[in-house]
């Protein structure tokens, strides 16, 4: 980042804004569309005034169709543009999901490179929100599991904008999973000019000798409240902000793991068959015999994320994080 | 058949009264007795009542999001007029007219959107399947019901729900052409309340109206006036009887208006204006309902009585919805599955552990 650039405070809804208005301002080829994401700017106010800014041709409402707003972004993204397509919810990305299975994760491969799929999907995700059915989601995994794709979740407005900076700029698709609880909860000073993120890597936090603390999104806050009830047992952690699901970052993991002896993964997603499995499998296979306590893993129950009444059992609380990580120094 | 008379290649709407209440086609309204429209109408003020204290219970803290009906009273009303017990409902989340009628209670509807599943488990309710928030999926589901029917030779025809905005996602196609293969009794219902959250319906579609995409599946379309009782009743009724009698899908677009915001998330003054609102207030099916019943001098009830009678009833419900079992640990793992698997049940016991320990550090 260069020295002297203007900072602004931003959340994460504003830093996202920001880095589409830079990559729509600065290249003609960004298109930002998605269900009421033009006059409205989206029900998260995401994309809100883009459209005044930049124009109904490159800033528009869709008819409502995931299917046909992937579809068409691919067709974009084969023929020389930048899409970046708003899914409304973590839970409505499933009619799109066919596209994205069957066709954004394979055009590269498919093609031996001649087409590539430089498009963006980005939706709001995870819990602790109150909301309806289908609102609560945490698919990092479904979308991670996928050959071809890469999955960003960043947790900070700065990284929010950096990452997506990056995303538009990487000539393979981005899943890129937008963690709703804190879109407005966290402000921070982020550079107002343009600066990219590496997608690809993790972020060491926190320092520590205890045990690593791996987790990401809207549980990177939870797990810092943690943090602060390990301080007063007197427990060192060190915590790592995965900020891309994949490709993940097993350097940052294993090294971290390799010093601490113990890992401590935390996650909103159902925990079986999840990320957390994956780091665990990691940890297993590239630092075995660093191991002093088993690997363990703070997710979410193998269960739908209960309606509000409910949810406070399903959502992972710093307390919980904490019960978890004292265990684990313990063992 | 009115289906043929207010063909949809046309352009044509049907409509039964004018804003003022005033009979356009007497020929063609319902042979409904003065007891069964003021109870329509009834059932019209009571879901009004009942919409909007579920918004104000909402801003009080008191419940989440939640999606009104207002202004779409007279469709789901009529719907509800015909549907026997054994009639299939499959909702969306903005019939409440129809919900009542099945059987499903405001006790019900508030425990869900106070955020308990144990509201969809409705207890009088027959044939009803719970809210569907992925859009237009259960259209699909209605025609697999339809196939049921048909295969078990019910007497019975399902009813199916979706908006303006749902007709663009795949699944509208895909349900509308499959129940025209199948030929199974389906009644299709578009609500078209001019949006989708904030995205008008000319945006939606370059169709001259929803109810003409019917043509594309080879089954019968109609579009009506959403806000007119009467015309929503015949249009369902000739629906219903064509379906019954074994003749297939039935598709038919209610022209209306959301007068209220897309839940209690959304603010309306973001993408319409007034005017707008104003023009379509006019067309209030309650209001123009009223009309009619004044000039036939059929309306002697004290309005403002019967008012402060439902919003007791309504309240009485919401507190007994309040004052439900608080929710446990067990309710979010039970229903998972039939066969809870084991590892669900470990998952349980490490959580009580955990509380356990977090009731010692106190
Ligand atoms: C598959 C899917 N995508 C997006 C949404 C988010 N969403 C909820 S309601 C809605 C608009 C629906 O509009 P319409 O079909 O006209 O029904 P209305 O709300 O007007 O009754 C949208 C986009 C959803 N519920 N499901
Ligand atoms: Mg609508």
Not at chain 1, 39 to 46: A, I
Not at chain 1, 165 to 187: G, L, Q, T, W
Not at chain 2, 317 to 326: C, G, L, S, V
């Amino acid at each position: 980042m260069e020295g002297e650039q203007k900072m602004s405070v931003m959340t994460l809804v504003q830093a996202i804004n920001n880095a589409l208005d830079i990559k729509l301002a600065e290249d003609k080829t960004v298109v930002v569309y998605g269900e009421d994401a033009g006059v409205e700017g989206g029900v998260f106010r995401v994309t809100e005034g883009l459209q005044q800014k930049h124009g109904v041709e490159r800033v528009f409402d869709s008819p409502l169709a995931e299917s046909a707003i992937v579809g068409t972004a691919i067709g974009m993204a084969l023929s020389g543009l930048r899409p970046v397509v708003e899914l409304q919810f973590d839970g409505f990305t499933y009619p799109g999901f066919n596209q994205i299975v069957s066709h954004v994760a394979r055009m590269n491969n498919r093609s031996r490179g001649l087409f590539k799929a430089p498009l963006v999907i980005r939706f709001p995700y995870g819990g602790g929100i109150n909301a309806l059915e289908h609102h609560s989601e945490s698919p990092e995994a479904l979308y991670a599991h996928i050959p071809g794709l890469k999955v960003v979740i960043p947790s900070t407005p700065h990284d929010a904008k950096g990452l997506m900076i990056a995303a538009i700029e990487s000539d393979d698709p981005i899943i890129f999973m937008e963690p709703k609880r804190i879109y407005r909860a966290i402000k921070q000073e982020v550079n107002d000019g343009k600066f990219t993120i590496p997608i690809g890597k993790a972020k060491v936090l926190t320092e520590g000798t205890d045990v690593t603390v791996v987790a990401f999104g809207a549980m990177i806050r939870e797990c810092q409240k943690a943090l602060v009830m390990a301080k007063e047992a007197g427990i060192s952690v060190e915590l790592i902000d995965l900020r891309t699901i994949y490709p993940i970052d097993k350097e940052t993991i294993v090294n971290s793991v390799k010093k601490t002896g113990k890992i401590v993964i935390v996650a909103e997603a159902p925990t079986s068959f999840s990320v957390g499995a994956e780091l665990m499998a990691i940890v297993n296979e590239e630092a075995f015999l660093h191991l002093e306590a088993p690997p363990k893993r703070v997710m979410g129950f193998d269960t739908i994320v209960p309606l509000a009444k409910g949810e406070h059992f399903y959502m992972i609380t710093p307390d919980r994080i904490f019960y978890e990580i004292e265990r684990t120094v313990n063992f | 058949m009115i289906f043929n008379d207010f063909d949809p290649k046309e352009d044509k709407t049907f409509r039964l009264i004018d804003n003022e209440g005033v009979v356009l086609n007497q020929a063609l309204m319902p042979d409904l007795d003065d007891e069964t429209v003021i109870k329509a109408y009834k059932a019209m003020l009571f879901a009004r009542v009942a919409d909007e204290m579920a918004v104000s219970f909402q801003r009080q803290g008191r419940m989440y999001t939640y999606p009104p009906n207002m202004g779409q009273e007279a469709i789901s009303v009529a719907a509800g007029a015909i549907m026997r017990t054994d009639d299939w409902l499959v909702p969306v989340f903005r019939e409440l007219g129809a919900w009542l009628a099945k059987g499903v209670t405001l006790k019900e509807i508030f425990l869900y959107y106070m955020g308990n599943e144990e509201g969809s488990n409705y207890k009088n309710a027959h044939h009803m399947l719970p809210w569907s928030i992925p859009i237009a999926s259960q259209l699909l589901h209605a025609v697999g019901i339809g196939y049921t029917i048909k295969y078990l030779k019910k007497d019975e025809v399902a009813f199916a729900y979706v908006g303006d905005g749902g007709t663009s996602e795949g699944d509208f196609s895909e349900a509308l052409n499959f129940a025209g293969v199948w030929q199974v009794p389906v009644v299709f219902t578009i609500q078209n309340n001019q949006y989708a959250i904030s995205v008008p319906v000319r945006s939606q579609t370059k169709s001259i109206n929803l109810a003409i995409k019917a043509y594309g599946f080879g089954i019968p379309g109609i579009k009506v006036d959403g806000n007119d009782f009467f015309a929503m009743y015949v249009a369902y009724k000739e629906a219903f009887d064509y379906a019954r009698a074994g003749n297939g899908p039935v598709l038919i677009e209610a022209l209306t208006y959301r007068k209220g915001a897309h839940t209690t998330s959304d603010d309306p003054t973001k993408y319409r204006n007034k005017t707008e609102e104003e023009e379509w207030a006019k067309a209030d099916p309650l209001i123009r309902m009223k009309k009619y019943m004044d000039q036939k001098g059929i309306w002697k009830e004290n309005e403002e009585k019967l008012i402060e009678a439902y919003k007791l009833e309504v309240d009485k419900q919401f507190e007994e919805a309040e004052n439900f079992t608080p929710y446990q640990l067990d309710d979010v793992f039970q229903h998972m599955y039939v066969e809870m698997p084991d590892d669900l049940k470990r998952q349980k016991t490490e959580y009580e552990q955990f509380l356990t320990w977090k009731e010692n550090r106190k």
